[in-house]
């Protein structure tokens, strides 16, 4: 007898049948995730040591506008790293 798990995984798999990747596809996506973790990091340390030296100047301000900007980019960058992972999946 299958649990619910089972029975819902089949049905799932029924109305959206699962992706196969060529080698070659997963070393490119394993590429991306690589490349854009380190530009990720890039951004957290450069904009984190601004942080640091507005947080030490006490400006309110430029600590919030850099706040934001670090945000902005990290959601740009993801967005940019999902979007490419999606064209090497859909490439045949």
Do not use: N
């Amino acid at each position: 007898m299958k649990s619910a798990y089972e029975l819902a995984m089949e049905r799932l798999e029924k109305a959206a049948p699962s992706v196969k990747l060529s080698d070659a596809q997963r070393a490119e996506i394993a590429e991306l995730d690589s490349m854009y973790k380190s530009k990720i990091a890039e951004k957290e340390v450069f904009l984190g040591g601004e942080l640091d030296k507005a947080r030490a100047k006490r400006e309110v301000d430029e600590i919030q506008a850099l706040q934001l900007q670090l945000q902005r980019e990290v959601r740009r960058l993801q967005a940019e790293w999902e979007e490419k992972k999606e064209r090497v999946r859909g490439a045949d």
